[in-house]
């Protein structure tokens, strides 16, 4: 599967390269036997069901991926060998628009507060306190690297490399609050690791150290809906 006459095959141990294959690994699972492109019931079926446990486990967007890589595959099949088969979209929950709620400042400084006084834990303190102030999302700070942190310098400060979504994601940010709590919790989380957020966080899905975050900031939310009820 390449990602386009260009950039060529994807490949495998890089970050999008391990997404592709997962993908069309999974897909086969449910193919469960070698088949020839044109056993179109097969693939079908396989899609069908597919599909309909992925809706449940993941949001609409991500089951849309795995369509786009598991259609790219078939096609390349298909245009290869100079087939008339043209595969069809499965039916695919649209993706509801939802208002995300969003932390005033008054909450970020609370929540601030809260994470240098040792309220949270500290892998949970670095994730939130860095997407606070530095945009990063999940996958750059599992593949931060320790030497990219830089808090000593005069201006303290972290180095977003290697794999990201896009070349512009590549930056240095500048860090300005918590700097010496972040010092000692980045001490703390290595472990000798080469990661910044230590070999744990650095193997985990982005999935659950989302959902890590969200219990983690429950408290805040649940406080929130009570003041604007009332």
Known sequence: YIRSREQGAYVIDSR?????????????????????VEDTDSIYDAIDRLVEIRSKQVSPASAQRDWNVISAVLNIAVKRDRLNIRFQKPQIKKVEKTDRPVFSQTDQKEIISDIVAGKYSTENGVLMLLA?????????LQRLKSENVRLGDEVPHILVTGEVKTKDRLRTVPITVGVRWLRKAFRELDGGSGYAMGRSIHTVSDSTISKRIVLALEPHRQRDNRRYSA
Not at 16 to 36: H, K, N, P, S, T
């Open 132 to 140: 606070l102030q530095t945009g990063m999302i999940n996958s750059e």
């Open 16 to 36: 999008d390269g391990r997404r592709v294959y997962a993908i069309w690994e999974r897909f086969l699972a449910f193919l469960a036997r070698d088949c020839l």
